[in-house]
């Protein structure tokens, strides 16, 4: 009897060998909200069985303090929101990308080092786009990393070169979202 929508599948929809790797690059794109939530998703999976875990924001400063940030860090990740906030709030754009640099050092030595099994690099691929930071370099520092960090990087945009080199790639892409009705972010479900 042919497996239809209304029945539950009775085989197992993988038909490959399975094999385990050291470590997972997974992008989350697209124009659709949930790209940040879904990582910290992970971040909570990935300190539940003891890694160590570091998040780097590209573009949220320190000044907002959400739900993720203070659960995760409570749990042992390293947090550092290393932007200053909305680009058009910026004063001086110029500074605004001087932070992303820098965030990207630090986000590349951990890469390095090895010193994280989860590295969350949020929004990057914003300072990526922008030119704010070099895609090739960041490319390059990803395949080159110590072989035991994973790495999670969101964005809308995800630059061609960056979804190569990915694990996984999920784009999430809005068919309602309750900001575009004009409902301000929530505590608790938005931050």
């Given at each position: 009897?042919?497996?239809?929508?209304?029945?539950?599948?009775?085989?197992?929809?993988?038909?490959?060998?399975?094999?385990?790797?050291?470590?997972?690059?997974?992008?989350?794109?697209?124009?659709?909200?949930?790209?940040?939530?879904?990582?910290f998703g992970i971040a909570l999976r990935a300190l539940g069985r003891g890694w160590r875990v570091r998040v780097i924001q590209f573009l949220?400063?320190?000044?907002?303090?959400?739900?993720?940030?203070?659960?995760?860090?409570?749990?042992?990740?390293?947090?550092?929101?290393?932007?200053?906030?909305f680009t058009w709030d910026s004063d001086d754009m110029e500074s605004s990308r001087k932070l992303a640099v820098i965030a990207w050092q630090s986000a590349a030595e951990t890469l390095r080092t090895g010193t994280h099994e989860l590295l969350l690099l949020d929004e990057i691929t914003y300072a990526?786009?922008?030119?704010?930071?070099?895609?090739?370099?960041?490319?390059?520092?990803?395949?080159n990393r110590a072989q035991t960090v994973n790495?999670?990087?969101t964005g809308r945009d995800a630059?061609?070169?960056?979804l190569d080199i990915a694990d996984t790639v999920t784009t999430m892409a809005d068919t309602k979202h309750a900001y575009n009705a004009g409902i301000a972010a929530k505590r608790g479900i938005d931050y």
């Open positions: 009897m042919p497996e239809s929508e209304d029945v539950p599948p009775t085989e197992s929809p993988i038909r490959i060998e399975l094999r385990r790797v050291p470590s997972l690059v997974i992008v989350n794109t697209g124009n659709g909200k949930g790209k940040s939530t879904a990582a949220k400063s320190g000044d907002w303090k959400t739900g993720e940030e203070d659960m995760l860090t409570r749990l042992g990740a390293e947090w550092w929101s290393a932007g200053d906030g990526m786009t922008w030119g704010w930071i070099s895609t090739d370099e960041v490319i390059g520092a990803i395949k790495v999670v990087l630059p061609a070169a960056l």
